[in-house]
């Protein structure tokens, strides 16, 4: 197989476990899988550019990344929620205290 899909094959099977870890909330999975994720991409840079492909390993490429991209899209959709969420807790913390704060001294 050519050496720049086997990379893109790669990464997109990467970035579907990744997909899979946001989607089940799997959050410490998935800063394991960007590591491996970022890893590769580095190491793709100057391979990618530098190897000729036919147009039938053009094509593949472009539909793997496409499934990259979507997979980036949907990673985002979930890792968005869980941070909306995560900041609604952290606000209705921080309301809390200041509450507690502003009545603790009439005890």
Known sequence: MNPVIENYEF???I???MRA???QGAW???VELEKQCSQ???AMKAQ???TPVDESTRLRKVALIRKILADDA???NHTEQWMA???RIVQSTGQERRLREAYSGEY
């Open 74 to 76: 949907e990673i985002r």
């Open 85 to 87: 969420q995560l900041q």
């Open 40 to 42: 590769r991409v580095d």
């Open 48 to 50: 990618d550019t530098a």
């Open 28 to 30: 410490d999975h998935l």
């Open 15 to 17: 970035t579907g476990q």
């Open 21 to 23: 870890a946001a989607t």
């Open 11 to 13: 990464l997109s099977s």
